[in-house]
């Protein structure tokens, strides 16, 4: 059955580093997102992609991250330049259309120092 | 912003039988997901239910939701071992954007 998959599981960065957090969605989908869940919390929307563009971001998904499709299967979550509090679990996702099922990647468990 | 929101239980059961649990909104929607979380690993697709919709089935799960309650309701019929994680509704919002919110989830320990 088609997943989605995550690279790497873990990445530990030291504050103020870039990252990039990696996805290959299941193929066929058109739809993308990423989201995070710091520990205890609810998991939390920040952006989703269509089309190869941006259509909706939060207000946690700031200036200092980015997303971006680089070819016909990746998908990918950058972080400038990382701070302590966005040290979390990033899901990323997947959609076959707009309202469908939103189906996760396992996570990148990112630990910021 | 609308948010998912289980009722705030931890639930312990014993191997074979069932499980409920609830989920309440604030706003209209188009969609309500639920998903199944293992300790500290990735979030499992359950079942989607869509705002025309009053029951939904698969396998061993059972969703319902009333939209004039503005709530829904999952049930794990004849619980095992393996169906101990945790448990999240997710809403998508009628009218625009495609951004599930999360409720807290609930805690299921199903004992053997």
């Known amino acids: 059955e088609p997943e989605v998959t995550q690279t790497p599981s873990h990445q530990v960065t030291q504050m103020g580093q870039e990252v990039i957090l990696r996805c290959v969605p299941i193929?066929?989908?058109?739809?993308f997102y990423w989201y995070r869940q710091i520990l205890g919390q609810k998991v939390e929307f920040l952006v989703s992609?269509?089309?190869?563009?941006?259509?909706?971001k939060s207000e946690i998904f700031d200036d200092q991250f980015s997303v971006e499709r680089p070819d016909g299967s990746n998908f990918t979550l950058k972080i400038r330049s990382t701070k302590l509090e966005d040290s979390a679990m990033y899901f990323c996702?997947?959609?076959?259309?707009?309202?469908?099922?939103?189906?996760f990647g396992p996570g990148t468990r990112l630990t910021v120092t | 912003s609308q948010q998912g929101e289980e009722d705030p239980q931890a639930l312990s059961i014993q191997e074979g039988e069932n499980a409920t649990m609830n989920c309440s909104y604030k706003?209209?929607?188009?969609?309500l997901q639920w998903y199944r979380q293992n300790s500290g690993r990735g979030l499992v697709h359950l079942i989607l239910?869509?705002?025309?919709?009053r029951e939904k089935h698969s396998g061993r799960l059972r969703v319902t939701l009333d939209t004039s309650k503005k709530s829904s309701s999952l049930l794990i019929t004849a619980s095992r071992a393996a169906d101990t994680a945790s448990y999240f509704c997710?809403?998508?919002?009628?009218?625009?954007?495609?951004?599930?919110?999360f409720g807290k989830g609930n805690q299921v320990v199903v004992i053997p």
């Open positions: 996702a997947s959609s076959w259309k707009r309202d469908y099922e939103q189906y």
């Open positions: 193929s066929n989908h058109l739809y």
């Open positions: 992609f269509y089309n190869n563009e941006i259509s909706e």
């Open positions: 706003t209209s929607i188009n969609n």
């Open positions: 239910i869509r705002s025309n919709e």
């Open positions: 997710a809403t998508v919002p009628q009218g625009g954007n495609n951004r599930l919110a």
